[in-house]
């Protein structure tokens, strides 16, 4: 399950925002973006997810081999615990949550609808989406954001077990989580400005 970047560009409003983005993310690897904010990392992630279409270049990985997790958590604030992570059982077509809710400490909540959590346990149960989805290649913008130092470990540990079981994650953070994981700078791809259409661009998904 190999994720491939070829001479790529990304727009973001219909201005190009990296330019010449070059690389491969192989199973049982973890690939961190850096770059300062606005850069593109987030525009990036969201190429490669297939939520946009690059303005040129190639991406290619296996069918249905992608979990995306933004920066929104995008869960149903009426469903519970349960009741959201069954919903993307249904979507992904996989069947067990019990993984998801261990992996993320979320046992004790299983009945809270998913708008009475705190900001750190919605993230957690928007994370535990990654389990339910079984899919293997995980790609993550600030999936830290909210977390307390415990729940950093537990995420952390998370992504060190997908990646044993031979998947891959393509990750924006700006914090170290201890992994062992090789880095990309996209900073040095940022593109010449002046060119594109300027258009406003308001999706902002949640998950897929
Ligand atoms: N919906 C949008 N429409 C138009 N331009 C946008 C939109 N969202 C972001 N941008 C712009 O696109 C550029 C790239 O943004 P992006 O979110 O990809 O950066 P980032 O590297 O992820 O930043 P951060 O580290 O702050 O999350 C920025 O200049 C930003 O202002």
């Known amino acids: ?43 990036l992630l969201r190429t490669v997810a297939g939520l946009q279409p690059p303005v040129t270049g190639q ?7 992608i979990a ?4 929104s958590d995008g869960l149903k604030a009426t469903l519970t615990v349960a009741e959201n992570l069954h919903f993307w059982a249904d979507i992904f077509g996989t069947k067990g949550i019990d993984k998801a809710l261990a992996g993320f400490d979320l046992e004790g909540l ?28 995980w790609i993550l913008d600030e999936p830290t954001v909210s ?3 415990a729940s950093v470990a537990m995420f952390a540990d998370a992504v060190r077990a997908h990646l044993a079981t031979g998947g891959s994650a393509l990750i924006a953070t700006h914090i170290d ?26 999706l902002d998904e949640g998950f897929l």
């Open 1 to 43: 399950m190999t994720l491939t970047v070829t001479d790529l560009t990304i727009s973001r409003g219909g201005i190009p925002v990296l330019e010449g983005l070059n690389f491969r993310l192989d199973a049982g690897r973890a690939l961190v973006l850096r770059g300062p904010n606005g850069v593109g990392k987030t525009t």
């Open 59 to 65: 991406i290619t990985n296996p069918p249905e081999s």
């Open 68 to 71: 995306y997790a933004a920066h």
């Open 110 to 137: 299983v009945d809270r609808p998913a708008g009475a959590l705190s900001a750190g346990q919605k993230r957690r149960l928007g994370l535990a989406r990654l389990l339910v989805s079984e899919r293997s290649i």
């Open 147 to 149: 977390l307390d130092v």
């Open 177 to 202: 989580l201890g992994l062992d994981a090789d880095v990309l700078d996209v900073g040095p791809f940022r593109a010449v400005p002046g060119s594109g259409s300027g258009d406003f661009d308001g």
